[in-house]
């Protein structure tokens, strides 16, 4: 299928063939008829897009600040590399989509096939969509109609914001899509609508809808105009659906305001407030979210999660429906709105001048029949059946920052990429010349060309991937965690003692269970035995190989453990245990592995502290305190309030009159030890040389690179520290 893109590297407005995206079990797929230009927003990225890299710097100041704190901690070329790999991404376009229900999740009862429905999916020949932001269109309502749904729903939350009452003036400033379709609909709500742009088409048509419509230019005076409009009293309400850098508009907001006027911001502009203007008049302003109460809440938006309509009347989707209603009495009119309607593959008679401004909706008409698959062959390749061809599930950021990199420079021969909705997945594809993008996971596990899959994903689909794709008889590199609870890795477990049923004598594993398990393995699929590795990549950096042979094995050690490792907003779903397991089970696990091979001793206790009066709520800043098989210990400090110019990772290493200091990844000391001072690189954690190690065992085969013991304590000590943090005490490791 294609899909529309923008390229914030190089400007491009591309239509993209990309695999057809998975019905989520929450979601359902839709076969777009109609789509919606936002003529501001999609105009503001695409310039962004074409803009050099001073522009886009100047015009996120927020970004620069993140991008030179991370040139302190971790060098200059690694952060130009993150930059360019970060603007290399391609953006889809597109939020206001009407079509037709294809299929529905599992989890879906209220939408079936056939169903006409409008969502905030984008310029795609079909999309996959939550719940909770698709809705049915009335019987009566055309597609081009209905696909101006989300984008009033923006304006309806502004004047939601404003609270007008019937008889109130409210003064509109910028007379564009979203602000024509807000002046109908105050006007239905019987205020008195005053509107300023500055192009003359738009005025014309605000003023047949019947606002009183000015036009901007300097012979104007907007203060001027909305007092003489209202009796010398000034505007009850102002709603900002503009889009310029200039401070000028809010200062005019302001002044034409009454007082204890409201001042809502649904656009873009300059926010340079002179305070007396505000001060005197009690003058409130609000910025206006989108479409409503749910917007970028996980919960709702993802999980399906409704609010009570008792306590939140209107959500994004109840906007939805208000605006769809609106249509259909008659007391909306988007059919005068639209200035032309383009077929999709037409789609550049938009996109290369977006400047001409005489547009107010363009809309974009799709085919009845679009090709549809869910794999997308991006370059003929042949694959040898024993050669170690690899599949990567997940083209996150982790997989587009760290791990293609490292691996376009190995020997890697990649017959798939695998992504939930494909565009990630066929950007890496056509960037890495791997052979076929794919949002079918399933089709890769029976394909007997692959070899192994490496797995990116969200870390809550972990487990159940590693446990289908060894039993497909793969080899398998997870990047950590493993598991997010002990019984996700008890099922790994058994599953893998299917796989290496010599490791079953002697085990704690219950042998009905092994010999149940056996009964669904694939044998006649399996070539080789599958391997587990989890990508615990730090133990291979050249810093920890040195440290490593200095220390030697089997000697007690102290080591101390800094992680400055940075805030995550708590809405990210790392914090979500469900999903991302918390910061500890997530990402410390890096740092419980590196102990247990710096010591070349398993952990056997582990116990764990928190900041703050209910460390339960966080383990962000925690400290764990382990205590191994061999007597040596260990302390993990996990800090989030740190300071982002200060070194990420450092570790201190305590070992028979001797000490190792390692900074960063960047240079370690040493005292006390002969013939060795020192060393100092460019960053290196370790990742390339993992991945060149592991690519050379799928080749020629041999040990696995972390044995799986050692995978499954890791593991397990990640787990435990949730428990001793619940009860203030020391957890054995079992």
């Known amino acids: 299928m294609k899909q529309i893109i923008q390229n914030l590297k190089s400007g491009e407005t591309l239509l993209a063939e990309v695999p057809l995206p998975i019905v989520g079990r929450g979601s359902v797929l839709i076969k777009t008829q109609r789509s919606l230009v936002s003529l501001g927003t999609e105009k503001m990225l695409v310039e962004f897009g074409k803009a050099n890299l001073i522009s886009k710097a100047k015009q996120q100041p927020e970004k620069v600040k993140q991008v030179l704190d991370k040139i302190k901690s971790d060098g200059l070329m690694p952060t130009l590399e993150t930059v360019f790999k970060k603007l290399d991404e391609p953006l889809p376009l597109g939020y206001c989509n009407a079509g037709e229900v294809i299929e529905v999740g599992s989890e879906i009862s209220e939408f079936k096939i056939g169903d006409r429905v409008i969502s905030n999916g984008s310029h795609a020949e079909v999309v996959s969509v939550p719940k909770n932001l698709v ?29 007008p009452t019937y008889g109130e003036t409210v003064v509109v400033i910028g007379l564009g899509l979203i602000g024509l379709i807000t002046s109908q609909l105050l006007l239905a709500n019987g205020c008195n609508v005053i509107g300023f742009d500055f192009d003359q088409s738009k005025i014309e048509v605000a003023k047949k809808l019947g ?46 305001s009454r007082k204890r006027g409201r001042i809502v911001l649904v656009g873009v502009i300059g926010l340079n407030i002179n305070r007396s203007d505000f001060y005197e008049k009690e003058l409130s302003f609000q910025v206006s979210c989108s479409y409503g109460p749910g917007r970028y ?70 085919s009845e029949t679009p090709e549809l698959s869910s794999t997308v062959k991006v370059s ?57 993008s794919t949002t079918d996971y399933q089709s890769v596990l029976n394909d007997d060309e692959v070899d192994a899959v490496i797995i990116t994903t969200r870390h809550n689909l972990h487990s159940q991937m590693v446990i289908d794709a060894l039993q497909s008889g793969k080899h398998v590199f997870v990047e950590k965690p493993l598991a997010l609870n002990i019984d996700e890795l008890n099922e790994i477990i058994k599953v893998y003692h299917v796989c290496h049923p010599e490791l079953v004598s002697g085990s ?44 030697g094995d089997g000697t007690q050690m102290n080591i101390i453990a800094t992680m400055n490792a940075g805030a995550i907003p708590k809405n990210v779903w790392v ?73 990420k990772e450092r570790f201190e290493i305590y070992v028979q009159n001797k000490t190792l200091v390692m900074d960063n990844f960047r240079n370690m000391k040493g005292y006390g030890f002969k013939g060795f001072s020192g060393m100092k690189s460019k960053q290196d954690k370790g990742h390339a040389e993992q991945f060149r190690r592991y690519i050379k065992f799928l080749k020629d085969g041999g040990e696995p690179l972390i044995p799986f013991d050692e995978i499954v304590n890791s593991t397990k000590v990640s787990f435990a520290t949730i428990e001793s943090l619940k009860t203030n005490s020391i957890v054995e490791i079992k």
């Open 508 to 551: 704690t594993v219950d042998k009905s269970n092994v010999d149940e398990m056996l009964k669904q393995v694939q044998y006649d699929k399996i070539k080789n035995i599958p391997s587990l590795t989890v990508g615990f990549n730090r133990r291979f950096s050249p810093f920890i190989q040195k440290a490593k042979s200095l220390i």
């Open 297 to 366: 809440d996980d919960n709702y938006e993802n999980r399906g999660t409704d609010y009570p309509i008792g306590f939140v009347r209107w959500t994004e989707k109840r906007n939805f429906d208000a605006i769809l209603n609106g249509i259909a009495k008659g007391s909306l009119d988007v059919k005068s709105l639209i200035t032309e309607v383009i077929n999709f593959e037409d789609f550049n008679k938009i996109y290369s001048d977006m400047s001409k401004g005489n547009s107010i909706a363009s809309i974009l008409k799709y």
């Open 211 to 256: 606002v009183e419509a000015n036009k901007v230019d300097e012979n104007l005076d907007q203060v001027e105009v909305v007092i003489n409009s209202t009796e010398g009293v000034g505007a009850d309400a102002v709603l900002i659906t503009a889009s310029t850098k200039s401070n000028d508009v809010i200062t005019n907001a302001a002044q034409m």
């Open 380 to 436: 003929e390749k042949s694959f040898d059946k024993t050669k170690g061809n690899i599949a990567i599930v997940g083209a996150g950021n982790f997989t587009k920052m760290t791990m293609m990199p490292k691996l376009s420079i190995i020997n890697t021969s990649i017959k798939y990429v695998v992504s939930a909705r494909g565009l990630s997945a066929t950007n890496l594809a056509n960037k890495y010349n791997i052979a076929n």
């Open 575 to 647: 914090h979500d245990m469900e999903v991302g397991g918390g910061r500890i089970i997530g990402e410390a696990c890096h740092f419980i592995d590196l102990a247990i091979f710096l010591t070349g001793s398993k952990v056997k206790s582990v116990s764990m502290s928190a900041l703050g009066t209910n460390p339960e709520e966080s383990t962000d800043n925690a400290i764990l305190t382990l205590k191994f098989e061999n007597g040596s210990q260990a302390v993990v400090n996990y800090f989030a309030n740190g300071s982002k110019s200060y070194s």
């Open 135 to 163: 809705t049915k269109i009335p019987d009566g309502i055309s597609y081009e109609e209905a696909s101006f749904t989300v984008i009033g729903s923006i304006g309806l939350q502004g004047i939601r914001l404003a609270n």
